[in-house]
């Protein structure tokens, strides 16, 4: 038997097939922004879909609106559509924070994906809309967290706000500061963002005393993880087995 789960996030939609071993074995990836998301989804329901008899979805989502449009979709092929956060998810990972409500389901899934794989002390940064860091704890605890602006996010701002400076992609580590503009906005954007996250790893740790895993997530986890105060590890799919967990715990 085949499950479906999906993670709605501000720039990108990803909905996966997982098998009876929760495992993922096909994975479809959509644009939020698309105004024609609808049409993009039809086009391969057929394949997403296809031999999935347990008709239960569930989704993390921190776009209402997308996840309407979606819920839509799955509602007229008969599937129950749930999102993380109807779920009592204290059962599975204790919440420390003043205002659930507030709490994206993106970094909840975060939390849970990395707890239940590393039974560790865990930061997850998160490469998004947005740059997250997420501090779980030992004995299933998230403790909060850090929200920073993200990456892409600042690139394109400042291309959009200025008339002279152009576009520019982060690809290799610069070694020296600029001698050109684009290499300038390189190094800037490099160093800035590699002390930003170091810095805010140092006063995590400081803050609690203890060691701390680095788990990375998103586009420019690889860019970073070689330049980080600790080793770091790579998993883009730790919100999806966030997901999967709640899954299993709520739904089957």
Request: hydrophobic share 40%; net charge positive.
């Amino acid at each position: 038997m085949n499950y479906l789960i999906g993670d709605i996030g501000n720039t990108n939609i990803k909905i996966c097939k997982v098998n009876n071993k929760f495992k993922i074995i096909n994975t479809y990836f959509f644009d939020t922004r698309n105004p024609s998301l609808e049409k993009k989804i039809n086009k391969k329901l057929k394949h997403i879909i296809y031999d999935i008899s347990y008709k239960k979805i569930l989704i993390s989502s921190v776009v209402p609106k997308a996840f309407k449009r979606i819920s839509k979709i799955f509602i007229k092929k008969k599937f129950n559509v749930f999102e993380i956060k109807q779920f009592n998810l204290n059962k599975i990972l204790k919440i420390r924070i003043k205002k659930y409500s507030e709490l994206g389901s993106d970094r909840i899934a975060n939390a849970i994906g990395s707890y239940y794989k590393y039974k560790s002390n865990c930061i997850v940064i998160d490469f998004g809309t947005a740059t997250t860091f997420d501090v779980i704890k030992r004995h299933a605890i998230y403790d909060g967290g850090v929200i920073a602006p993200g990456i892409k996010l600042s690139i394109d701002n400042l291309f959009s706000s200025t008339a002279l400076l152009p576009k520019f992609k982060l690809k290799n580590y610069p070694r020296s500061y600029g001698k050109s503009t684009k290499d300038a906005l390189s190094s800037g954007f490099f160093w800035g963002y590699e002390g930003l996250i170091n810095n805010i790893i140092k006063k995590i740790i400081k803050k609690n005393g203890i060691s701390f895993k680095i788990v990375l997530t998103g586009g420019y986890s690889y860019l970073f993880k070689n330049r980080l105060i600790k080793k770091a590890y790579i998993d883009n799919d730790v919100t999806m087995q966030g997901i999967i967990k709640i899954y299993k715990d709520f739904l089957i």
